[in-house]
Antibody, heavy 121, light 108 residues
Framework: EVQLGQSGAEVKKPGESLKISCKAS????????IGWVRQMPGKGLDWMGM????????RYSPSFQGQVTISADKSITTAYLHWSSLRASDTAMYYC??????????????WGQGTMVNVSS | DIQMTQSPSSLSASIGDRVTITCRAS??????LNWYQQKPGKAPKLLMY???TLQSGVPSRFSGSGSGTDFTLTISSLQPEDFATYYC??????????FGQGTKVEIK
């Protein structure tokens, strides 16, 4: 069974660093890109970026380029989302997703349960 | 960037009703359009990809259509478990897979 298990909720102060994780299981980790999606409180979904766990090739949405770093460790089938300096505006739920290629396009077929990040002074 | 606009933003419907949600892209995206369902407190779930192909396990009362800029998601007979927020998403260009703002389907 495919599963994406995310790390627990975080409460941080502005300026602090943070790395959240997404542990994949039930499939070949290096065969599928892993992405991250942000959902701010009461709002919609924002595509952040993705990584190929096989070679760590990474792509970012222009809106998030330079704001976060996506990485992966294939030895432990885990992807990460990292902030070097959090802002209050980073307060949101963050989902990791598995990207599949279907019918000549892509979709996110499995989602993690989400990690809530709360940034407040 | 390609903008995705859903309408309506919310709707109220009764069990058994036929419900249609529209998603419009700011430029042609061929059929590179996905639909997701999100229930309160849960992660989104893939319903449909390539505009009209149902993801495995999704009930056949869900259907999708469209190409180019205009797309629809239809629920033929609304069931209690269908009350949720629905999002469209384009995958036309690699780095800007924008979602629509969502359509909340509520009980009348």
């Amino acid at each position: 069974e495919v599963q994406l298990g995310q790390s627990g909720a975080e409460v941080k102060k502005p300026g602090e660093s943070l790395k959240i994780s997404c542990k994949a299981s039930g499939y070949s980790f290096t065969n599928y890109w892993i992405g991250w999606v942000r959902q701010m409180p009461g709002k919609g979904l924002d595509w952040m970026g993705m990584i190929d766990p096989g070679d760590s090739d990474t792509r970012y949405s222009p809106s998030f380029q330079g704001q976060v770093t996506i990485s992966a460790d294939k030895s432990i089938t885990t992807a990460y989302l990292h902030w070097s300096s959090l802002r209050a505006s980073d307060t949101a739920m963050y989902y990791c997703v598995r990207r599949i290629a279907v019918a000549g396009t892509w979709a996110f077929d499995f989602w993690g349960q989400g990690t809530m990040v709360n940034v407040s002074s | 960037d390609i903008q995705m606009t859903q309408s309506p933003s919310s709707l109220s419907a009764s069990i058994g009703d036929r419900v249609t949600i529209t998603c419009r892209a700011s430029q042609s995206i061929s059929r590179y359009l996905n639909w997701y369902q999100q229930k309160p407190g849960k992660a989104p779930k893939l319903l449909m990809y390539a505009a009209s192909t149902l993801q495995s396990g999704v009930p056949s009362r869900f259907s999708g259509s469209g190409s180019g800029t205009d797309f629809t998601l239809t629920i033929s007979s609304l069931q209690p478990e269908d009350f949720a927020t629905y999002y469209c998403q384009h995958t036309y260009s690699t780095l800007t897979w924008t979602f629509g703002q969502g359509t909340k389907v509520e009980i009348k």
